[in-house]
T-cell receptor
Framework: GEDVEQSLFLSVREGDSSVINCTYT??????LYWYKQEPGAGLQLLTY?????DMKQDQRLTVLLNKKDKHLSLRIADTQTGDSAIYFC??????????????FGKGTKLSVIP | DTGVSQDPRHKITKRGQNVTFRCDPI?????LYWYRQTLGQGPEFLTY????????KSRLLSDRFSAERPKGSFSTLEIQRTEQGDSAMYLC????????????FGSGTRLTVV
């Protein structure tokens, strides 16, 4: 299957940590990604993780991968109002003949309360 | 390089008209992708090119949709005989090789069919 599931909304207070969760169904996915989308804009790549890793940290962002449960999370430390956006989880799937494509979840809308 | 450029940013058209969108990828990237995003959904894969070859087009939504990438540089996406259901954001992305580092997305073209 190619379904990527995310909760639709998350609200946190400024300065707290945000944790956005994602589950995917295709165990053959080798790379998993987090993208950010602000209103009316395209998608900005935040970070990605290779499937042989459990964790990846990049400044305020921490990605955790539980491959057994097909669960991916994105933690944003010290959340700021500028982090308010929609966050998409995506998995990279092989679709044959050297072709790969990203399959996205529906996105989690993060609202940061000042 | 200024990233992936898409033109126009917004397009309003009457039902039944043809529309064409343009995408200029990052010059070093050999792969180019088209996605469609409707309100409240994640991006949905449509088609992709490796250089000038269109290697995957089975996900194009109907035979009214077509894409080209002459000379392996910019790409165009054409929708013929537009319908109201075609109203969406059309996103272009590019990557180097198989895109393990993720895709770089443009800001998108928002199409409104009235």
């Amino acid at each position: 299957g190619e379904d990527v599931e995310q909760s639709l909304f998350l609200s946190v207070r400024e300065g707290d940590s945000s944790v956005i969760n994602c589950t995917y169904t295709d165990s053959s996915s080798t790379y998993l990604y987090w993208y950010k989308q602000e209103p009316g804009a395209g998608l900005q790549l935040l970070t990605y993780i290779f499937s042989n890793m459990d964790m990846k940290q990049d400044q305020r962002l921490t990605v955790l991968l539980n491959k057994k449960d097909k669960h991916l999370s994105l933690r944003i430390a010290d959340t700021q109002t500028g982090d308010s956006a929609i966050y998409f989880c995506a998995e990279r799937l092989y679709s044959g003949a050297g072709s790969y494509q990203l399959t996205f979840g529906k996105g989690t809308k993060l609202s940061v309360i000042p | 390089d200024t990233g992936v450029s898409q033109d126009p940013r917004h397009k309003i058209t009457k039902r039944g008209q043809n529309v064409t969108f343009r995408c200029d990828p990052i010059s070093e990237h050999n792969r180019l992708y088209w996605y469609r995003q409707t309100l409240g959904q994640g991006p949905e894969f449509l088609t992709y090119f490796q250089n000038e070859a269109q290697l995957e087009k089975s996900r194009l939504l109907s035979d009214r949709f077509s894409a080209e990438r002459p000379k392996g540089s910019f790409s165009t996406l054409e929708i013929q005989r537009t319908e109201q259901g075609d109203s969406a954001m059309y996103l272009c992305a590019s990557s180097w090789d198989r895109g393990r580092d993720g895709y770089t997305f443009g800001s998108g073209t928002r199409l409104t069919v009235v």
